[in-house]
């Protein structure tokens, strides 16, 4: 490798992708835009309504996957969040996913943790800062 190649492959910075599941569309801007203005350059954002949606793009393996509990707002048939975390570990138990959630049940917390390795974050005025923390985490995992 010459010297500029060398140069523009140590400056160019990795690509990853984070995936955002959620109903909610101005919550869901919001979370993006918070999300590029943390990690600029570093990471591609996409954003589904359902879990089914995002399921049908998880072939791209993202780096992150934030994920809503109750995805039903516009689809009453939608699957929740805990389900898709489920089938989706199934398939790459190595995924980095948080369930981000209004969703205040122990149950849904001790399952998201215990049963699916997920991270639960409430869905509060601390949650976006929360995310970066646990997005921080997993990059350097």
């Known amino acids: 490798m010459n010297f500029f190649e060398n140069l523009f492959t140590k400056t160019a910075p ?6 955002i599941v959620e109903d909610n569309e101005a ?6 835009e918070f999300l590029m203005l943390r990690f600029p350059k570093i990471f591609i954002i996409k954003h589904f309504v359902t ?13 992150v996957i934030i994920m809503d509990h109750l995805l039903n707002k516009n689809q009453s048939n939608a699957a929740t969040g805990l389900s898709i975390i489920k089938k989706m570990k199934a398939a790459n138990s190595k995924l980095n ?5 209004a969703q205040t049940e122990i149950e849904v917390v001790s399952k998201t943790i215990a049963n699916y390795g997920a991270i639960y974050i409430p869905k ?5 800062n929360k995310i970066e923390e646990q997005v921080k985490q997993f990059l350097k995992e």
């Open 97 to 101: 996913i948080i369930l981000l959630s």
């Open 124 to 128: 509060n005025e601390k949650a976006f």
């Open 27 to 32: 919550y869901a801007n919001l979370l993006k």
């Open 14 to 19: 990795q690509q990853h992708t984070i995936f």
């Open 51 to 63: 879990g089914e949606d995002c399921l049908k793009e998880s072939f791209q393996i993202p780096t």
